[in-house]
């Protein structure tokens, strides 16, 4: 007996109807590839980017959701939003592995014709970073030819990060979280305080009572192993491919991704785990 086909009978008039390509604005993002040098390797180069920061925006829209239900003490679609990010950032890890396909001979084929653009410009990153409660001022620097982006980032920046939000909610159910801490210049670098410290480790002490703060602790370590897996994997592709120059825009390259490893988001979930 041969195979039915699929398609027999069924009629496509989509005269009156969105098509698959119009829903998803196909004829936008298709064409929103423009390779300035004619070296074939410059496509995956813009499509990686592309793709990434199309997966930025994704995050940045489970972030704000989780940030949003923490503040409300419902934490149960928090988890979903911040496990659903943890997926994504797995995609975003995976698209180094493409990227690394590419050698140092392929990417000085066309690497002059970034001009001065640079993955440190990407303000989506940066929206994420300050989101998770990495604030650094310094960092608008590079968008203030750009209004727009730039009063974004401002309004993130004056804005309780996701972590502040976890810390408030400790406080409203109980613990004792020094007002430094519930009510700050927003603006400043988070520093870590050992009262916030205590309050995480006496949750984790206690995991039965406390089980929705204890697994919203390990959500936020989820997405901080996870985005520290990135930034690795993006200086260990930036290191294979041009080594220790610097980048292009003038950033430190290879020095500055290592730097940024450094620096923990969510401290006192870290040096809990020293301590129980």
Known sequence: ???????????????????????????????????????????????????????????????????????????????????????????????????????????????????????????????MEFMLGAKNARTLDVHRSDPVILAELETALATPSLYDEAIALLARRGFDIPHSHLDRDWREPYEPSPAVEAAWTAVYRDVEKWWDLYELGEKLVDVEYRLQQWRFSHMKTVERIIGYKRGTGGSAGVAYLVKALERPFFPELLSLRTVI
């Open 1 to 127: 007996m041969s195979e039915k086909d699929p398609y027999e009978g069924v009629t496509w008039d989509l005269s009156k109807s969105l098509s698959y390509g119009q829903y998803l604005q196909l004829d936008k993002v298709l064409d929103a590839q423009a390779p300035r040098s004619g070296e074939h390797d410059e496509l995956l180069f813009i499509i990686i980017h592309q793709s990434s920061e199309l997966w930025m925006k994704l995050c940045l829209h489970e972030l704000r959701g989780a940030l949003d239900q923490v503040k409300r003490d419902d934490l149960k679609p928090a988890f979903k939003m911040l496990s659903r990010v943890g997926r994504i950032q797995t995609q975003m890890i995976q698209a180094w592995e493409i990227l690394a396909t590419m050698t140092p001979s392929d990417y000085s084929r066309f690497r002059e014709a970034l001009g001065t653009s640079s993955g440190f410009q990407s303000h989506q990153y940066r929206l």
